[in-house]
């Protein structure tokens, strides 16, 4: 099967000329066909992204994001005029079509038409006997689909040289290093041990896990990369590397203010705890000075573009600037309407702006005041590399205003961030595009001419920079790592790389050939355990996903912090069973469950309830109570053996018997444990048990009370841990939302 995902690349790429969108739209879906329509879109969009790659396909989240603005879903849009979606959506071309049952067989048919004249260009047909079938046969269909599109590519200027050949699809499996060290599939290298890597690894974390998320992000000139956390640090790293080169602690303990000098030399950083500012040379780690005038807690500080000089905002309701070399307080300006959340310099560094509950500007030449705009409480300042525009961020939409006058130019709808506080906004280098970052870890692509969304990255991080020349994103992101985004290729995302937000809970299939992850980032992924590939992605209607396992036939039972319960047919991605609505004066986040030896059946009790429930995974029918799974749901983070006989005293100092309590194995060997439910876990055999300690994963024989193995490398930290059926695997969830897969020493 070829219908392949494109794949994003991480290097920089030569700046080439803005491409056509393409979007593709809900599959229609005959009367009696119980076929999942996402699944169908989302693979014609990675066959159209491979067959025809000079095109831009707009993911699906860009869709339903610009969609949002005129009040419709995807879904909704489905058999509707694909002409008029199109052009809503600001694509060149549209791709629609329908899935039918044509006798004893399934026909998808597609149509491409052209958005501007409405001129259909084409049509294509695949016909199949199943839906396995189907899928196969549609990349063909696309293929035919496209000819239109690929014909009419442009030919290339004759003086240009010609473009390299496209690199070969990275390998499903990993390779080896010239080196000798393991690669992942997509060309990281793996700790020793590891064989497979589910979801892209974050660059700058590794053991450097900072166990919050940073509030704020810069990139200097010098290639260096500074994250800021509300723990008081500042980290610093080589973004080429992703290596981590310096860490600068506050001496306080909540961060407030946070700014770096465009050569990456200098960090400035304020404490909620106090009034002052403090300077510190990045290279030696060295404080240098302190700025000492404001009367509250400083939240606001940037550099002037050369440097020289830093202003910072206070909740004293003043802004002040200051001479870099000296130390010395140079004005005072008086905002007015409450306190300053933003300050930034204009790129010539003749005009500084404010941000309270109104925007306000200043001359520094002449200390001329101006009011920008009157009872916005702006939160987050970027100005575009010329002056011309200056973007804000403010509770629920983006503004951009020109500065000379203070026009406002658009004001993003409010559906863009869905009531959200951004909480980073920037501009790009080309003042081409801004990009901003809401509360739930989107970024968001904003076309800065008309103020309309581009594209989305879901659950990509909390804080955004553009490297100088525009080429490179950073987002900072969970558990304080980051990425870099190619900015000439975020149309073309694979979802295989994009992890979790933080993968807390992981499990294999009975037969061993899929893994199961879920994350802080409401989602559940299906991986192919051999390729790695991403097979399913699951959104279960939850906070978080604190529990995943399979059951004897395959199903996929999972429970969150909304505290449902739900069994999911994994090849389809839809539920099959799920539990009722919690009551809502329950203080319990969530259901607890668990499976029987031959995970057939299923107890579970529901938040605010003293009722355990039994049901038969099978059919959902109920089941008569089990006293052995009874008892289990009362300690439900007790460590037990596949056949649910044994199981972990409860100091981790030896087993026991499950239903008497008398001791079988005595020892005191065992790690300090980390406190994640599901970080212990006997294998099938229930002769070793895998621990994650603080920073590694331990696999101990505990009739011979020998460490058989220590599983070490980034990330380090491990939230839960999952034998392979046949006991020769370990999955480990990580906190930078990796899956890691381990073999086990025999």
Not at 656 to 664: F, L, N, S, W, Y
């Amino acid at each position: 099967m070829r219908l392949a995902l494109a794949v994003v690349v991480l290097l920089a790429a030569p700046v080439r000329a803005e491409r056509q969108k393409v979007a593709v739209l809900e599959f229609e879906i005959g009367k009696g066909l119980d076929l999942d329509r996402t699944y169908f879109s989302d693979k014609v969009r990675g066959a159209v992204q491979e067959r025809a790659p000079q095109l831009f396909v707009m993911t699906r989240e860009s869709t339903e994001v610009l969609l949002k603005q005129f009040g419709k879903t995807l879904a909704e849009c489905a058999g509707e005029c694909e002409v008029e979606t199109g052009r809503k959506l600001g694509a060149d071309y549209v791709v629609s079509g329908r899935i039918t049952k044509v006798g004893s067989r399934l026909a998808l048919t597609m149509r491409l038409h052209a958005t501007a004249s409405g001129e259909l260009l084409k049509t294509s047909e695949a016909l199949a006997k199943n839906t396995d079938a189907l899928v196969d046969a549609a990349d063909g269909a696309v293929a035919t689909l496209l000819g239109p599109l690929v014909a009419e590519a442009p030919p290339r200027p004759a003086a240009e040289a010609p473009a390299p050949a496209p690199a070969p699809a990275p390998s499903r499996r990993p390779a080896v290093a010239r080196q000798g060290r393991p690669l992942d599939s997509f060309g990281d290298p793996l700790p020793a041990g590891a064989v497979l890597r589910l979801g892209k690894m974050a660059h700058g974390c590794g053991k450097n896990i900072a166990y919050s998320d940073p509030n704020q992000i810069a990139m200097s000139s010098d290639g260096s990369l500074a994250l800021g956390y509300l723990s008081a640090s500042t980290r610093f790293f080589d973004a080429g590397t992703g290596r981590l080169t310096q860490e600068i602690s506050y001496p306080g303990s909540f961060r407030s203010g946070f700014a770096v000098s465009s050569d990456g030399r200098t960090l400035a950083m304020a404490d909620d705890s106090d009034t002052t500012v403090r300077l510190w040379d990045v290279a030696s780690g060295r404080h240098v000075r302190s700025l000492s005038g404001h009367k509250a807690a400083v939240h606001a500080i940037a550099f002037a573009p050369d440097g020289k000089t830093i202003a910072t905002g206070a909740w004293d309701e003043t802004v002040r600037t200051w001479d870099v070399a000296s130390g010395n307080q140079l004005e005072i300006f008086q905002p007015k309407n409450g306190y300053v959340g933003a300050v930034a310099f204009a790129p010539d560094g003749r005009s500084l702006v404010a941000a309270a509950q109104d925007l306000q500007s200043w001359d520094l030449g002449s200390g001329t005041k101006r009011e920008l705009k009157s009872g916005y409480d702006p939160t987050q300042l970027a100005f575009s590399a010329d002056g011309a525009v200056l973007a804000v961020g403010s509770y629920g939409a983006i503004s951009a205003y020109r500065f000379s006058d203070g026009t406002q130019l658009f004001k993003t709808a409010e559906q863009v961030l869905n009531s959200q506080h951004p909480s980073s906004v920037a501009f790009a280098p080309d003042g081409k595009t801004i990009a901003a970052s809401d509360e739930r870890k989107r970024v968001i692509f904003i076309d800065a001419a008309s103020g309309i969304p581009e594209q989305v990255l879901e659950n990509a991080g909390s804080v955004v920079a553009y490297s100088p020349d525009g080429k490179l994103l950073a987002v900072g992101g969970p558990g304080g790592c980051w990425r870099l985004w190619n900015t000439a290729t975020l149309g073309t995302l694979d979802p295989g790389r994009m992890p979790h937000d933080a993968a807390t809970t992981v499990a294999w299939s009975p037969d061993g050939k899929w893994i199961a992850s879920g994350g802080k980032d409401r989602l559940i992924f299906a991986w192919d355990a051999s390729s790695g590939d991403l097979v399913r992605k699951i959104e279960p209607d939850e906070d978080s996903i604190l529990h995943v396992a399979f059951s004897a036939d395959g199903k996929l039972v999972s429970s969150g912090e909304n505290g449902r319960l739900h069994v999911w047919n994994v090849t389809t991605g839809r539920p099959v069973m799920t539990s009722e609505a919690p009551a809502r004066s329950s203080m319990d986040c969530c259901t607890r469950f668990v499976l029987s030896a031959d995970r057939k059946t299923i107890a579970y009790l529901p938040p605010g309830e003293k009722q355990v429930r039994f049901k038969e995974l099978a059919t959902g029918a109920d089941s008569p109570e089990e006293p052995a799974l009874r008892a289990r749901i009362d300690n439900v983070s007790d460590v037990y053996t596949a056949d649910g006989t044994r199981r972990l005293e409860s100091r981790g100092r030896g087993v026991e018997d499950a239903a008497t309590g008398k001791p079988i194995l005595d020892f005191n060997f065992l790690p300090e444990r980390s406190y994640y439910a599901g970080s212990t876990v006997f294998s099938p055999n229930g002769k070793l048990l895998a621990v994650a300690a603080k920073e590694q994963v331990e696999i101990w024989d505990l009739e011979r009370g020998k460490l058989v193995t220590k599983m070490e490398g980034d990330p380090g930290l491990a939230y839960a841990l999952a034998f392979s059926p046949d006991g020769t695997r370990l999955a480990t969830a990580h906190p930078d939302g990796t899956i890691l897969v381990w073999r086990v020493p025999r």
